[in-house]
């Protein structure tokens, strides 16, 4: 309550729309207040130095770092799910050495109980890229559909070794080009690639489709 309470409650008794009893209430809450706010703020200081102090022996046990992979100009794909688990096969078949990074528990452990190297979390995990040995691998395949994670992720994996090459997916033209933007060397979109096959299937061809991107990453122009 501020002083111009008291001027508001000592006018409205002038006009009539405040009974004096009204003003005295007024009075009276402000004096509560004055003797009751600084108890109430101490108790809050306590009740959170008391908080501070026990905060040490509530804590759990400390996280433990992930454990570095031991692999060397690996791939390391990002996400299992309908593209990713379309990728893995293939690259081990070709016997690319390959980590996984997936963060539903129950399929790293499937992964993993068929032989994959698999790093268990979300790509923002503190430490994950690490143990992922990103500044060793040759290639990094970000299989997953959300593009603000995708450019986080490119982002991180450039800064951590500049010559690793990057491959992302995106789901629009704009979406690709923000990636390519942030450093991916090569993305994909579903519809182009669609579309390329079809194109090829007819004329026997590798058909260059309009506004679908090369392994350079430029975009190929309508009358190529």
């Known amino acids: 309550i501020g002083e111009f309470s008291f001027i508001l409650a000592t006018l409205g008794v002038g006009l009539g729309l405040l009974p004096e009893r009204g003003r005295d209430l007024i009075l009276a809450g402000a004096l509560l207040s004055i003797l009751v706010n600084p108890l109430v703020f101490w108790s809050i200081d306590a009740l959170q130095s008391r908080r501070a102090r026990r905060a040490p022996e509530e804590a759990g046990p400390a996280e433990e770092p992930l454990p570095i992979t031991t692999l060397r100009d690996h791939a390391v794909l990002v996400g299992w799910g309908r593209v990713g688990s379309l990728i893995g096969p293939v690259l081990r078949a070709g016997n690319t050495p390959l980590l996984v990074i997936e963060e539903r528990d129950d399929m790293a452990e499937r992964l993993r109980a068929e032989g994959f190297e698999v790093i268990s979390g979300n790509v923002a995990q503190r430490g994950l890229l690490e143990a992922a ?92």
């Open 133 to 224: 040995n990103l500044s060793q691998a040759r290639w990094l395949l970000s299989a997953i559909p959300n593009a603000f994670e995708a450019i986080n992720l490119i982002e991180a994996a450039r800064a951590a070794n500049p010559q690793i090459r990057i491959v992302a997916r995106a789901q629009t033209d704009a979406e690709a080009e923000h990636l390519r933007r942030r450093g991916a060397d090569y993305v994909v979109m579903g519809e182009q690639e669609i579309a390329r096959e079809m194109a090829s299937h007819v004329t026997g061809l590798g058909a260059a489709v309009p506004g679908a991107a090369n392994p350079a990453g430029v975009p190929v122009p309508a009358s190529a």
